[in-house]
């Protein structure tokens, strides 16, 4: 007969091994994921004739717009980290292509806001709304402790992202897969 932590190591699959191999099966999945979530993303662009930029200023003039927010141009610039010549060329864009409007403030004359508008909320929901519904089907019936589960490893996974240093070197041994 075998001894205890063997005849355990059975039942429960707690070797190192063991870990390592799901922590990898995890990893692998968020990759497919984001893989797939990614070529959603440039398909969505495309459909709306619309780079990358553009159609995060778009999504987050519509947030903006669903909180009751105005949004300036200097808020853009600091949310896309782009100069603020970059982002007068993605209003101009978006503005010629009809997708937002710029306003007038309503108490400092010289400035403006940016708005979306409805014909653009309207572009979004139809291009985007049925995938959001898919999503929600794939989780709404997740229990409690799955939920808590998930947002864990994601809080987890983006606090390892949020500290790479793009001067660090990785070491030659290191076994990363990408």
């Known amino acids: 007969m075998e001894n205890g932590s063997q005849s355990s190591r059975y039942w429960y699959d707690t070797t190192e091994e063991d870990r390592r191999r799901r922590a990898v099966e995890v990893l692998q999945a968020f990759r497919v994921y984001r893989a797939a979530e990614v070529a959603m993303r440039r398909r969505t662009r495309e459909s709306m004739s619309m780079g990358e930029n553009d159609l995060l200023v778009l999504r987050f003039l519509l947030r903006a717009s669903g909180q009751g927010r105005q949004v300036s141009p200097s808020e853009l610039t600091r949310y896309l980290g782009v100069s603020t010549a970059s982002t007068t060329a993605i209003i101009d864009r978006l503005e010629k292509s009809g997708h937002v409007t710029r306003v007038p403030h309503p108490t400092d004359r010289r400035s403006i806001h940016v708005v979306a508008t409805a014909a653009s909320d309207a572009e979004v929901r139809a291009t985007l709304g049925s995938m959001h519904s ?16 998930v947002i864990a490893c994601l809080s987890r996974l983006q606090d390892a992202v949020d500290q790479v240093d793009p001067h660090s070197e990785v070491p030659v041994d290191a076994d990363v897969t990408l």
């Open 134 to 149: 898919r999503m929600m089907s794939a989780v709404v019936d997740m229990t409690p402790e799955e939920c808590v589960t």
